[in-house]
């Protein structure tokens, strides 16, 4: 290392370069060896072997818990140098590819979802299940809709299911109730702001499998709608459907769901502008008469920062990637289970 220095002060680049590799055949977890060797590359233009050099630095750095300030401060120069360096190949990767992925629209998406995590400008989420995991399912944070084939059905009704969630608003009852009801002596959590509160309320035509028969006797065109989708009929547990209502500048919190072998179906019918949904490293606007599905077991969350409701038409259907045996299999299991408590 002091070879190494002493070539450095001479401006002897070769020299430098031939001590610190026998510096680091002795020990190559040496992290000054590392960073003088990642700055070399660095000032000799050596940009891609600079960018590997100083994102061992980066993680050799990351992974010590109480940081000298030269090791903070390599710290700090490394990330900013890999900003940098990914910035300029995203810019380039989107000057050559940007076309050709506009053109794929949704087939190109995993795709995209590849690159900007590899660039550090997305995290890709994992499923997080409160309940039944079924293994081996694609983690994906909203499903293809050619999965989904019945939603153009659905959609086109869209305009009636509209007017029939309005006049349940317009005349208020008990059928519309808060979304968030927890249990008297819960800790404080993040659910406590919205606990019993109407900020994020709900009117239910299905819950847990059971119809809301006064609710469903008022809404016959979202009724008849949703027949045309593959329900997960599942005795006491589902299938569900409700409409939401988000009032303005409420926010619904980062969470997941119960299990991944339903997909939720969201059917925007009240989207004032400033409305977005996230679910994983994906926001999306919802669109009046646009449904969409999506994997609630990947964290998701909802914004309305109108100053007027958002209203939805959500729903639970079977996950696509379940085979009929698969869906048969799990509703004998909820009745096996069930029946022993």
Not at 265 to 290: A, D, I, M, Y
Request: proline share 6%; net charge negative.
């Amino acid at each position: 290392m002091n070879l190494a220095a002493a070539h450095r002060l001479l401006g002897d680049d070769a020299g430098e370069a031939d001590a610190l590799e026998r510096a680091l055949s002795l020990d190559r977890l040496h992290f000054m060896a590392n960073l003088r060797m990642a700055e070399l590359d660095q000032r000799c233009g050596r940009t891609a072997k600079a960018a590997q050099g100083w994102s061992g630095v980066v993680q050799m750095a990351l992974s010590m818990q109480d940081r000298p300030p030269g090791v903070a401060d390599a710290l700090r120069r490394g990330q900013a140098f890999l900003a940098q360096h990914n910035d300029r190949l995203a810019r380039a990767l989107d000057e050559a590819l940007g076309a050709e992925l506009a053109r794929l629209g949704t087939a190109g998406r995993r795709f995209g979802a590849c690159v900007d995590h590899l660039l550090g400008r997305r995290a890709i989420y994992k499923n997080e299940c409160h309940g039944i995991y079924f293994p081996f399912l694609p983690a994906d944070e909203f499903f293809d809709r050619q999965h989904f084939p019945w939603l153009d059905q659905i959609e086109a009704r869209t305009d009636a299911i509209r007017a029939e969630a309005l006049a349940l608003l317009r005349d208020g009852g008990e059928a519309i109730r808060p979304y968030v009801r927890q249990d008297p002596g819960t800790p404080q959590n993040k659910w406590s702001a919205l606990d019993h509160s109407l900020a994020w309320s709900a009117c239910f035509l299905w819950e847990y499998g059971e119809p809301n028969e006064a609710v469903c006797a008022r809404c016959p065109e979202t009724v008849a709608a949703l027949e045309a989708a593959p329900r997960n009929r599942i005795p006491g547990k589902a299938p569900s459907a409700f409409f939401s209502i988000l009032a303005p500048k409420a926010h619904i919190p980062p969470h997941t769901g119960v299990t991944n072998t339903r997909a939720i179906v969201h059917l925007p019918l009240v989207v004032p502008s400033g409305c977005r949904f996230r679910v994983g490293g994906e926001t999306r606007e919802w669109r009046e008469g646009e449904a969409f599905a999506f994997d609630d077991t990947i964290e998701h969350e909802a914004w309305n920062d109108s100053a007027e409701p958002r209203i939805v038409l959500i729903f639970d259907v079977w996950n696509p990637h379940l085979t009929i045996e698969e869906q048969g299999l799990l509703q004998s299991f909820y009745e096996i289970s069930d029946a022993r408590g």
